[in-house]
């Protein structure tokens, strides 16, 4: 089993649709956990951090399951500009990140 | 405010060459890394430094140096290209406590051909 798996998608959604992904992980111990947004043949950037509580920022909002060792971010009013491949990291401790390979969203005029 | 700067942006190498990609952070981040992209295996981690003078290995350094002379400064090396070495390679940094997110430079597209 991959350490930290995303369905890789394509997920084609209409503009204004609501979009949500989901990010498992295997390691129990994992200590913080990201969500990076990824534009093609460009660098990630960090889009938010999941925190236990669970987190908004506008649009976005990012929750985090560790019961069921799972994290996910939901996408409301989705634009033309969230088209893009969404990263999830999970951070193992002592600098290890470890990068999902990520899921492809594409929102549809 | 630069963040992290990467050279070159492209790169095409024969087979045995060496080169060194170069980073520069300015943010004064103890921490940096290269990382790999290649497709559907996601980001994997080369090496990495918590400082200056000191560097460690990830998950595939074979094939790879660095050294970290400066805060700053964070260059890889290929030692003997070879062309399992094709891939996208990016620097990252980050500041001190591991809850804050990287930093990435933009890439560097190598062929090794």
């Known amino acids: 089993r991959k350490e930290v798996e995303q369905d890789p998608g394509p997920f084609n959604v209409p503009e204004g649709a609501t979009v949500a992904f989901n990010c498992t992980y295997s390691?129990?111990?994992?200590?913080?956990f990201f969500w990076y947004r990824q534009d093609c043949r460009k660098e990630p950037k960090l889009l938010m951090s999941v925190y236990s509580s669970g987190n908004e920022d506008g649009r976005f909002t990012a929750q985090l399951n560790r019961a069921s060792q799972y994290i996910s971010l939901l996408i409301r009013d989705s634009k033309l500009s969230d088209s893009a491949t969404y990263l999830c990291v999970v951070n193992l401790g002592t600098y290890k990140y470890i990068f999902g390979t990520g899921t492809r969203l594409k929102v549809l005029a | 405010n630069a963040g992290v700067t990467q050279t070159p942006k492209f790169q095409v190498l024969k087979t045995g060459q060496s080169m060194t990609l170069q980073c520069a952070q300015d943010?004064?981040?103890?921490?940096m890394s290269w990382y790999r992209q290649d497709p559907g295996m996601g980001l994997r981690l080369i090496h990495y430094?918590?400082?200056?003078?000191?560097?460690d290995q990830g998950e595939v350094p074979n094939g790879y140096n660095v050294s970290r002379s400066t805060t700053e400064d964070f260059p890889l090396r290929l030692l003997s290209a070879a062309p399992s070495q094709t891939s996208v390679y990016f620097c990252a940094s980050m500041p001190p406590g591991q809850s804050y997110g990287y930093t990435f430079g933009s890439g560097t597209r190598l062929t090794v051909v």
């Open positions: 430094s918590v400082g200056a003078g000191i560097t």
């Open positions: 390691n129990s111990a994992s200590q913080s």
């Open positions: 943010m004064n981040h103890e921490y």
